[in-house]
């Protein structure tokens, strides 16, 4: 039997730590038909005042989602006293050899410990830039839903956590029930976080890679290259694609490419228009390159995203 704690930092997403336990007890529910529960669950609260809690014996810690809205406001909580508590409390597990996971803004919580340092992880797509900024040591793969980089796992935003609880079900207790706690309790698969990042919000953080994603939208019927779009907004094309990099977690390519797709994908949605006209209207000569690039993106056809009639 795993040994887990689950610590919740005070005003943690409530969302998070229910997904949590409900996938924990999901599989030792699961599990109980054929085998003992493969999970012993432990919840350890972190608040204002210090309190010791001994996790000798623990293999794993889990902490979901700090819940906080913006990136001020998770810059201050990282400086409160529950988080630096709680920062110290993984840092002994984690040198006692437990395993650690995190998703959403508590990955900053491990990277500020300088748990992630030399690591790959991910983290909430929306935060991606400040979590560049302060934590360079990190290599963020900010798309990924899950990196499983054992001993430590990461998450992505929010209801990242269900992907993370299964993989953490997974490396455990198997895969085959990890897939059967998917199963009963109607969740998909999903590796990626590139579908619901919202490029707008993430170039909006830096003026030049703002007004070159206004330059894209403004020009997006023709074809030009990443030279032009960077003296569009009078950045060497170097400079350019270190500040896409920093800002959006993409290249100067993937930063147009994620444009022209966001565009297609709209057009598929709220018209009729054929495909070959909005292959057309993005800027893609060939139709067949925009039905490859969306299968390749999201794992469906064009057709997928039409209105239904």
């Known amino acids: 039997m795993t040994k887990i704690a689950v610590v919740e930092i005070e005003r943690c997403m409530a969302s998070s730590a229910a997904i949590t336990h409900d996938v924990l007890a999901t599989a030792n529910r699961v599990a109980a038909a054929k085998r003992a529960p493969p999970f012993e669950v432990t919840t350890v609260r972190c608040g204002s005042r210090r309190r010791d809690v001994d996790l000798s014996g623990v293999e794993i810690v889990i902490v979901p989602g700090l819940g906080t809205p913006t990136a001020d406001e998770l810059e201050r909580k990282l400086k409160s006293p529950a988080c630096r508590h709680a920062g110290d409390m993984l840092t002994g597990a984690f040198d006692s050899g437990a395993m650690l996971a995190a998703s959403c803004a508590s990955t900053f919580l491990l990277a500020e410990a300088g748990l992630l340092d030399g690591r790959r992880a991910t983290t909430t797509w929306w935060l991606a830039p400040l979590f560049r900024r302060r934590y360079p040591d990190v290599e963020l793969l900010t798309e990924q839903m899950v990196v499983a980089d054992w001993p430590i796992a990461t998450g992505g935003a929010a209801m990242a956590q269900m992907d993370l609880m299964l993989a953490i079900v997974s490396r455990f207790a198997g895969p085959g029930l990890a897939k059967a706690c998917a199963n009963y309790l109607l969740l998909d698969e999903r590796r990626s976080q590139a579908p619901f990042m919202a490029l707008a919000y993430l170039a909006s953080q830096d003026v030049k890679i703002e007004r070159a994603e206004k330059w894209v939208r403004d020009n997006i019927a023709r074809d030009f290259a990443v030279e032009e779009l960077a003296a569009a907004v009078a ?24 444009i022209r797709l966001e565009t297609a994908r709209f057009l598929l949605e709220t018209t009729r228009l054929p495909v070959d006209e909005i292959a057309r209207q993005v800027g893609y000569a060939e139709p067949s390159t925009l039905r490859r690039l969306i299968r390749r993106n999201t794992k469906h056809p064009p057709g997928h995203f039409r209105p239904v009639a």
């Not at 350019?240 to 977690?249: D, K, L």
């Open 235 to 258: 950045l060497a094309p170097r400079t350019f694609a270190r500040r896409v990099a920093a800002t959006c977690g993409v290249s100067p390519i993937q930063f147009v490419q994620r």
